[in-house]
């Protein structure tokens, strides 16, 4: 069973360019997350989705960023216009479960390093 | 606001040393702490505790949480040059059961 696959792993943009991250979730997985990691520090939430559904996309900028999870298809970190900002690791980790009773495991993909020039 | 603290930062230790790390929260309305072991690459899931003082143990590691203190500590014993890594600490609040809130990390470095 393929775990959480993320492309590309690198990824180098000139400033004002658009960057795209894609993970594909585990086999079953419905729900993905989107984290932001920047050196030395924790990764800090950005976006969770379902199928279809961004259910929340409260820890993403307002601006610039957007993400999707079609009912076909990885799920998608857009990023418009990137900045130096931008430069860091993004981890894509989805479940099975998440919201009722039960509080299911996130497992990671291995993350996108994105760097602007 | 909600948050993890970890301590130590960083530490280093010779192999065959026992390593104890920590984790503190403050969160509203605690569900469960995870721990991760995270190399040069994803965070690998390591334990998730949801009950006060029921330890968990895998191999050498074992984690362990206090609800009353706000707290949960990672113990490595007999540690090898491949346990170094941060090891992350995540805590998921009842009201938003998927959004994890992370800590800084322990940077654990075992010398040979």
């Known amino acids: 069973n393929a775990g959480v696959m993320q492309n590309p792993r690198h990824l180098v943009r000139r400033r004002g360019q658009e960057a795209r991250l894609r993970c594909s979730p585990m086999?079953?997985?419905?729900?993905v997350y989107w984290y932001r990691q920047l050196p030395e520090e924790g990764l800090k939430f950005m976006v969770y989705l379902q199928k279809e559904n961004i259910i929340d996309e409260s820890g993403m900028p307002k601006e610039r960023f957007s993400a999707e999870f079609p009912k076909e298809g990885p799920s998608i970190l857009r990023i418009q216009q990137v900045v130096r900002g931008d430069s860091a690791a993004y981890f894509c980790?989805?479940?099975?479960?998440?919201?009722?009773?039960?509080?299911?495991?996130?497992?990671f993909g291995p993350g996108t390093r994105l760097t602007v020039l | 606001e909600d948050k993890v603290v970890q301590s130590p930062l960083s530490l280093v230790v010779h192999e065959g040393d026992t390593v104890t790390l920590n984790c503190s929260y403050e969160?509203?309305?605690?569900?469960?702490l995870l721990w991760y072991k995270q190399e040069k690459k994803a965070p690998t899931f390591l334990f998730m505790l949801?009950?006060s003082g029921i330890e968990k143990k895998s191999g050498r590691l074992s984690s362990i949480l206090d609800k009353k203190e706000l707290f949960s500590i990672l113990n490595i014993t007999a540690t090898q040059t491949g346990d170094s890594a941060v090891y992350l600490c995540a805590v998921e609040g009842m009201d938003s059961n998927y959004q994890l809130i992370w800590g800084a990390g322990t940077k654990l470095i075992i010398k040979p």
């Open positions: 949801t009950s």
């Open positions: 969160v509203t309305n605690f569900r469960s």
């Open positions: 086999k079953g997985h419905s729900h």
């Open positions: 980790a989805s479940s099975l479960l998440s919201s009722g009773d039960s509080t299911d495991t996130q497992y």
